[in-house]
């Protein structure tokens, strides 16, 4: 058996802010966070908590810090165009030092596929149209050199029933941080609020790819897991090609490989500029030749942007089983895949082949963390920078809500290291970054949230 006991260390006690988190339902009934409209984020480090409520349309961010106190309500600049709230993540905003709290951006994702995002004082840095269905998901990771990628890029995924789309994080950054600069400064604090109800073409557009990932039915999760090799024809061609997973009703799991197709993509923009030019030109010269009276303008939704080329590698069908959520391991290898039956199925990605399985965990949701298991160092030092990522295993987090339990295992194929019982009302939470430092390794970390307590936890990174 696991050994039992506790392992959890707590982080703060989000009481205090039960003021601001009442907007989404916080402590008006019991286990309100198991509402699959209540959507927690939370940021890097944890230093702050971002609650979404779907049926309200209403963000709440709660700094982490000093107890949780001084929370910021948001009601995102959506109309019925834009749909409700349906996804919420953290981005981090890289600065010189990369230690300023104000440098996160909260990404929210809406039921029509509209991306904002707003700074830690509700101000709104970003918006923009993606494509015209439901944002399912938005995961920010960051993204380390391998062998078939010419540098480290991080990147924000954008998901949706059947299609996923692809934010570099350099794009991201060039828009975001200068939207930042110019709300820290004050110098456009008036044309910002004006803002908040106009198009996207108020903000401008941040360069994204897209691709149809239904070729074997609409999903219902998906995550592009890294860079694959390019097909045997096409190796010499400078385009990159990543791959993608995805979990349905139709097939439990998919995979794609995902072109880049950057020339389509810069000549789609050129185009899509000068028709617009031409346009609004014969438009202006029309009124003048024919005199007819000005009409107020209309607000249109951008047309959507041209999928690039997906070729279809694998599926696996299973009726009646049906993928449900899918996790992705740091390194994007391994993918944690759960189903409608309750079973936990461990894929290697790279060969996407099944390596593990779980059954009995109906529910559940699981999220990767790094444990600690060299016990001598442990002993012998307390200072955590001495540590690094070879003193790490991974291991993978299951929380079981039916049984009221987290338990740990050791990939691929170890024991079960850890048995935690968890209140009722609670989820299990990771940080979309780590912000790891030249002096120590930032280890993979999972927290528990207790929505009813307003407790936030962390899981005990040492085993013994």
């Given at each position: 058996m696991a050994p039992r006991g506790h392992h959890l260390t707590e982080v703060a006690l989000l009481a205090s802010a039960s003021p601001d988190l009442a907007a989404v339902d916080a402590g008006e009934r019991e286990g309100?966070?198991?509402?699959?409209?209540?959507?927690?984020?939370?940021?890097?480090?944890?230093?702050?908590?971002?609650?979404?409520?779907?049926?309200?349309?209403?963000?709440?961010i709660v700094p982490v810090a000093g107890g949780g106190g001084g929370g910021v309500t948001v009601k995102p600049a959506v109309g019925p165009e834009e749909g409700r709230i349906s996804a919420v993540e953290w981005v981090p905003l890289t600065t010189e030092d990369g230690e300023e709290e104000e440098g996160l951006a909260v990404a929210v994702g809406t039921d029509t596929g509209w991306l904002l995002f707003y700074s830690l004082a509700g101000d709104l840095l970003h918006k923009q149209s993606v494509y015209p269905s439901k944002i399912l998901k938005l995961n920010f990771r960051e993204r380390k050199e391998n062998a078939w990628e010419d540098s480290g890029s991080d990147e924000l995924s954008v998901v949706f029933p059947g299609v996923i789309a692809r934010f570099d994080g350099a794009d991201l950054q060039n828009i975001l941080q200068k939207a930042f600069q110019d709300v820290k400064s004050r110098l456009w604090k008036d044309k910002f609020e004006e803002?908040?109800?106009?198009?996207?073409?108020?903000?401008?557009?941040?360069?994204?790819?897209?691709?149809?990932?239904?070729?074997?039915?609409?999903?219902?999760?998906?995550?592009?897991?890294?860079?694959?090799?390019?097909?045997?024809?096409?190796?010499?061609?400078?385009?990159?090609h990543y791959c993608a997973i995805t979990?349905?009703?139709?097939?439990?799991?998919?995979?794609?490989?995902?072109?880049?197709?950057?020339?389509r993509s810069i000549v789609g923009a050129i185009l899509s500029r000068g028709v617009a030019a031409t346009f609004s030109t014969i438009s202006s010269l029309s009124k003048i030749l024919w005199r007819s009276e000005p009409s107020p303008p209309k607000k249109s939704r951008p047309k959507p942007q041209s999928f690039a080329k997906t070729s279809p590698l694998t599926c696996l069908k299973d009726s009646p089983r049906k993928g449900?959520?899918?996790?992705?391991?740091?390194?994007?290898?391994?993918?944690?895949?759960?189903?409608?039956?309750?079973?936990?199925?461990?894929?290697?990605?790279?060969?996407?082949?099944?390596?593990?399985?779980?059954?009995?965990?109906?529910?559940?949701?699981?999220?990767?963390v790094e444990m600690l298991l060299n016990k001598d160092k442990a002993s012998s030092s307390t200072m955590r920078m001495e540590y690094a990522k070879s003193d790490y295993c991974l291991c993978l987090a299951i929380h079981a809500p039916r049984k009221g339990i987290i338990e740990v295992w050791k990939m691929r194929t170890g024991s079960r290291l850890l048995t935690i019982p968890c209140p009722k009302g609670s989820r299990i939470l990771q940080p979309s970054a780590r912000l790891s430092s030249s002096f120590s390794y930032a280890p993979l970390e999972v927290y528990l949230f207790n929505g009813d307590s307003g407790q936030l936890s962390v899981l005990n990174s040492h085993v013994g």
């Open positions: 309100w966070l198991d509402d699959p409209t209540v959507l927690p984020s939370l940021g890097p480090r944890a230093r702050a908590l971002a609650v979404a409520s779907a049926t309200r349309s209403v963000l709440v803002e908040d109800t106009e198009d996207e073409g108020s903000f401008g557009r941040i360069a994204f790819q897209i691709w149809n990932v239904s070729k074997f039915g609409s999903c219902a999760d998906a995550a592009i897991v890294g860079l694959m090799p390019p097909p045997l024809l096409e190796l010499q061609s400078s385009q990159r979990v349905g009703e139709d097939a439990v799991v998919s995979a794609y490989r995902l072109s880049e197709d950057r020339s449900e959520r899918l996790t992705l391991s740091p390194s994007g290898t391994l993918a944690a895949i759960t189903d409608s039956l309750g079973r936990i199925l461990l894929l290697d990605t790279h060969a996407l082949v099944a390596v593990r399985l779980w059954k009995g965990y109906r529910d559940a949701s699981c999220l990767f």
